[in-house]
Every structure is written in structure tokens, then in C-alpha cells.
């Protein structure tokens, strides 16, 4: 079973990534169009402000994420946890959903931030427009700077077992808030090399559903807790598994 789980969340990973590659190769061609136009009409400096007439449509894409493969994994993270049917308005699922999508809305922010820097930058060593423009037009490039891949690999690891875990979180609490059913969880750590010192020591750790595991020192209620510290989050693929209190499984 536990491979089984590891293979679900890689698969819904994998959607996750995807979906982002998509969203930020049209997203950052749009800031693009926008941030150069008036150079490229009238050879001016780029202007680090045309980021924030593509918010809405960032968010759109951020909207279609959370509500397609996230939502999707979410659902998987349910299911295989504890063989219940995933309920779509579980109120603990749906809130950790939300925390991901107001990190990733801040996504223009840091894009504008960047820019400015590149810009900044350029002016500082006697850069011309046609130097300046270059430089931010390679920045906005999703093929040509391995920044947004490598963001968008993190993005898909954390943010998948995040939405993973929170399916199989709700799913205990859906049996013992609603059906009544004593919980207990149990952390699963992904048994390889890259798997933190902390996480592999806290494998099979086992607390009732309403307490918190101990990872590392500090407090999670389950993988991708996003109340716990970034080095305990960020790229974690660990998963666990509910159960019910006395069943061996």
C-alpha cells in the first residue's frame, strides 16, 4: 500500500507540473507583451509595471490549477488514505486549497520584483534599452532561463503533497467528526536517499487524528502542514495514512 500511495502522488504530481509548466509559459508571455511594448514600439526601457495588468489573468490560470489537477489530487490523497469517497466541499480541504492559491497569486509580485532587479541592474553598468530589454526578455522566458522551471518543479513537489495530504487529513476528519469514528494518522516518509533526516525519523509515527505529529522539532499536523516551518515543507513527498483507532492496517 505504500508504494501504492507514493505512486499516486508522483502521478498527481506529475499533472501538477504539467499544469504549471502550461499556466507560466502563457502567463509570462503575456508579461512580456506587456512589460516591453513600449520598447519595442518606441525603443524606450521595459516598464516593470505592465506585470500588474496580467494579474487577472494570472490568477485565472492559478484558479484552473487549484480547481483541476490539484483538486485531482486532493481527491487521490482521500481516497487511498482511508477508502472513503471523497466529499468535494470538505471544509478543511477546501482551506488548504485556499493557502496555496493566495502563495501562488503573490506569483506577479515577485515577477515584478525580478524585473526590476534585471533592470536595475543593467542601468547600473551602462546598459543600453536594446541590453536592458534583452536581459528582461530572456528573464520572462520559460526556455530560456531555468528559473521558472526549477520554480515550477518546487511548486508541483510541495504544493501536490500539500493538497495530497490535506485529502487524506479531511478524510479522517469526514469519519470521525461526521460518522463518528475514532482516528489515528500515521506518517509515511518515501524511503530513499533524498528523504530529509528528519522525515525518514519520523516514518511510522503514529498520533490520534487530532494530534500533531513531531517532525524535526516541531509541530505538523500532517505532511505540508503550512503552519510548520519551510525546511519541514518545501519539496517534502511524504504522505500517511489514517486509521481507524484499533485497526491494524
Not at 516598464?47 to 487521490?76: C, F, K, M, Y
Not at 468535494?88 to 492559491?101: G, I, Y
Not at 515584478?112 to 536595475?120: G, V
Not at 525546511?231 to 517534502?236: A, F, H, L, Q, R
Amino acid at each position: 500500500m505504500r508504494r501504492q500511495r507514493e505512486a499516486a502522488m508522483d502521478a498527481a504530481e506529475a499533472d501538477v507540473l504539467k499544469a504549471i509548466i502550461d499556466a507560466l509559459t502563457k502567463w509570462l508571455e503575456r508579461v512580456a507583451e506587456k512589460v516591453l511594448a513600449a520598447f519595442r514600439r518606441f525603443g524606450s526601457p521595459p516598464d516593470p509595471s505592465g506585470v500588474w495588468a496580467t494579474s487577472n489573468s494570472w490568477e485565472h490560470e492559478v484558479d484552473q490549477l487549484i480547481h483541476g489537477p490539484l483538486n485531482d489530487a486532493a481527491e487521490r490523497g482521500w481516497e487511498l488514505a482511508s477508502d472513503r469517497s471523497f466529499v468535494t466541499s470538505n471544509s478543511f480541504v477546501q482551506a488548504q486549497l485556499a493557502v496555496t492559491r493566495n502563495l501562488l497569486v503573490r506569483i506577479p509580485d515577485d515577477t515584478y520584483n525580478l524585473i526590476f532587479a534585471e533592470i536595475s541592474d543593467g542601468m547600473n553598468k551602462g546598459e543600453d534599452n536594446r541590453q536592458i530589454a534583452a536581459r528582461v526578455d530572456k528573464l520572462l522566458s520559460m526556455t530560456r532561463s531555468e528559473r521558472w522551471k526549477n520554480r515550477a518543479i518546487t511548486i508541483a513537489r510541495t504544493e501536490t503533497m500539500r493538497a495530497y495530504n490535506a485529502g487524506a487529513y479531511g478524510s479522517g476528519l469526514q469519519a470521525e467528526q461526521i460518522e463518528g469514528v475514532p482516528m489515528t494518522k500515521e506518517w509515511l516518509a518515501t524511503e530513499d536517499a533524498r528523504t530529509r533526516p528528519t522525515h525518514r525519523e519520523a516514518d511510522g509515527q503514529e498520533q490520534p487524528l487530532s494530534q500533531p505529529f513531531i517532525v524535526g522539532g516541531f509541530p505538523l499536523q500532517f505532511p505540508g502542514d503550512p503552519m510548520a516551518p519551510p525546511e519541514e515543507v518545501i519539496n517534502c513527498r511524504c504522505n500517511m495514512l489514517m486509521k481507524e483507532r484499533g485497526d491494524g492496517r
